[in-house]
């Protein structure tokens, strides 16, 4: 579905290896370029085979999340038995009730499957494993740089390290041959504190800018949030929650309506700062607050 | 009416293409100066009647609008129905039945019209156009710094750009021959994210000051707000809503109050900051916290 | 009953020309030094009987009120009917009703009377006139420095500016030959958008500190109020509110109390700060947040 | 039992003049290092003695508690009449009411005692003199430097001040001879409107870090406050409310809990940090808000 949309505004696709719908099936409805968002397991054929998957799938780009090594201490998720798929404990049959919607959906579509890892998962039989425990039994937390530049050479494509924060971090990323960078914090649910990676994404693109593509990823809603990274010096957004929530709450229709509300603001707020290119977006169109 | 209290209160007149009343019967009451707000046009021949009209009838001052080249994502009056005239919806209906005076004056004056652009509008037969639908089908939005300057030339007189907010674009103003500018940024209704007018007025007056007239435009609700822009280097402010809530809640009395609430407090307020001419103001009497 | 207490805890003593006490009866039961607060009023004669009436009473210091030449817009006296004594409106009545202590003193106490003034008002029999209309109908708006030079050579003594802000004022101060001046914005009630005077503080130090005694006033509560404009310089503190909302609801007990408060507070937080001396006091104590 | 449980995750233990339970008792129970916070008496035999009971039930650190020479002002427990043990006011039983455990607890435990200062106490038979008598009646305000000095040459050990706040007394710490510092403001109940222990971490870091033992002490409650800490160049951190709430609510299986957290977040958050070792920490791991 996701594929579907992308095609008609130009997006393009991500998808994990935590996901519900194969890349051979993404393959099928999406022309636009697709990004496969890789975790690095501990099992190494798991490893190799999803990015031979992701690669006969015809995938662009490689995105290996760095981010999210371990789990965040997500302490609602702890509260509510969110697993994938979800687990009905009294919270979250709570929570259904006052989401009619919500739990309509749950109840009548086929039931959630995680196909990129069958044959993977020992724990249990059903992969009601939490997405906490996931983190912490199947990923490989030791993985390091060396790790990176391997995968990045194994793919030998557009290949980009998921959830840079740092200057240091975007420059290491240049040296092992990346081509792009996603400056993420994992939607601020790993790391409490964390700064928020627009706060990063000045000195980033002042480091790495003209070497490699730094793609803004976290809180994008709207269309000025967009023009504000693209105006700090980003190639790109990425966005998760922004089109999450609205396929939570109507399905391709929500999809539909706020890629379509982007398109809508992104032309309206250009022509409002009296832009008609995007790379007439500067750094002159802001104003910061001081930090240091 | 505000003819009337301007000439009371010699505060400046200002009327748009949108107005619900003629240049030609502002023209009969009111003796102060008066300032045309310019929309332009796709219509090449409505923008030169609305001109010729302004000239005709005495008025000072034309104000190009740039800031309002498409409607701004105003997503209140999608959901309430906001046209010009208002469209009774089950949500406008609401607001009138929890805004008495203002449903009484709706619905026992007479109707309003848009006579500056009868005869133009091609949508419907009852102008009952969404001020929306009005930016974003008849005004020109590749209007361009040439047309602006030829509007100027055509025009021969006072000639401001109102929603300047760039040092940049302050600069081009003087140079395609304005004698003014008006720092606005439409009310703030038009980008979201936008800073507001007195954030950008120093900066702005350090550059042009000494050329042209900055008006400030913006959020005037007070004595020393006024005071506060001219303290920057504003030449005068310039103010909406600040009358225009006053004039639904009370009508000519309600404008007449707020207008003379505004000459006491300034009046007041110079008093006490020992300043008896406004040439004494100066940003000596400002503190300003950091943003760079 | 402040003389007394004055006398207890060495505090000075202020009362203004609109005392509802005469100066010549504070001088019998007060044997602190003692301020006189003046008002200038367009009448000379009053003034002249003022001052003498000050020197007489053997008042130690002579304190010109500069900011508040005119009243200011205080919008919930005019909403409340708030004089000097109270007017019985159905707004009061109701404030009286919610705070039964103040309007059994009201009720039970004799009659409220501002002897420093009998004689000189011509607007109505009962002085029940409102504090803005005394303001604006009996001071002089138009004293300059001038003015405040010949009173204060007239005076002859310990003289004082009450209500400078800026560090031109507080120059321009020593020059006329005062001996100090109170730093006060006249507890916020003035001026909307005032900066505080704690605020000033520094700069005005800087400026004037070793020539004449600045003195704080404006929001002091507590004894690390106390500190922390002694930290910057002020060579003493003064308090209105502080200790009138304990007078409004208590009475001279509840005067006793803040006092009380105020010296224990005082000698605590000074344990605190390792500081045996108020010498020893300097901005090292302090943290400024940035403006400019 | 927070002997027990520090042998478990590894903690210092720390124990204070007040404590309810002996030196002894605790010496018996905890195998890892032992801290005495330390009350420096106007009876010096007590001070003796006190020093002496922990030299010998093997404590390994004196910590002298200089922040608290005075009790701070606090408000709150002068109104629920809080002292240790607790006195039974309507207050506090109102208290007792709406915090059932607490009640519990303090109904079927044996009766708090506090062992150190037994044979020591004047005031009264029970020792229930509340904590800010005990501060201004037993400890000795006038404790100063030279005080310290032979206090950390008679324990001839690892002596750490605890509460220092400026750069001035780290220095003047490292050069009366200690080994550590404690950077705290007891909790913020002591000195209204004091900075956060954290606020001044950076600079004494940088004056004495290399020098002595910085730690850092006031509202450290999750594995992000102490890496902050850490990472700003405190030694190690310390906390009191961070365990005591749980303990009041949920006894040792409270204290056991929240330990066990810290431990948790304190590996999870290093490894989304990337860091493996400690020492890997820096301040390039943060940002600042200005202040100066």
Not at 98 to 124: I, R
Request: glycine content about 10%; hydrophobic content about 40%; charged content about 20%.
């Amino acid at each position: 579905m996701r594929g579907l949309l992308q095609n008609k505004y130009g997006t393009m696709f991500g998808v994990s290896s935590l996901a519900t719908v194969t890349v051979e099936e993404i393959a099928k409805i999406a022309n636009t370029p697709k990004m496969f968002q890789f975790y690095f397991h501990k099992d190494r054929g798991l490893n190799d085979a999803l990015l031979e998957r992701a690669r006969a799938a015809d995938f662009n780009v490689l995105a290996l999340t760095v981010d999210t090594i371990t789990g965040g201490n997500r302490e609602r998720d702890k509260r509510t038995g969110f697993t994938s798929p979800p687990k009905l404990t009294l919270d979250s049959l709570m929570s259904f009730a006052t989401h009619p919607a919500w739990a309509w959906n749950f109840l009548t579509k086929e039931k959630f499957d995680m196909p990129h890892l069958s044959g993977y998962v020992s724990q249990g039989t059903n992969l009601a494993v939490s997405v906490g425990d996931y983190f912490s039994t199947m990923l490989d937390q030791s993985m390091n740089w060396n790790d990176a530049e391997k995968l990045c050479s194994q793919w030998n494509g557009q290949f980009a390290l998921k959830g840079i924060m740092s200057v240091e971090d975007a420059k290491r990323a240049v040296d092992i041959g990346c081509t792009g960078i996603m400056v993420s914090n994992h939607g601020g649910r790993q790391l409490d504190g964390c700064r928020s990676p627009f706060d990063q994404l000045a000195e980033i693109c002042d480091a790495v800018g003209d070497k490699i593509d730094v793609i803004c990823e976290g809180g994008i809603q709207r269309g000025t949030h967009v023009l504000k990274a693209l105006s700090v010096g980003a190639k790109a957004c990425s966005g998760g929650r922004f089109y999450l929530f609205a396929l939570a709450a109507a399905g391709q229709a929500g999809v539909e309506r706020v890629l379509g509300n982007m398109c809508t603001e992104i032309e309206r707020d250009m022509k409002l700062m009296g832009v008609t290119k995007l790379d007439q977006l500067s750094r002159d169109n802001l104003r910061f607050h001081h930090s240091r």
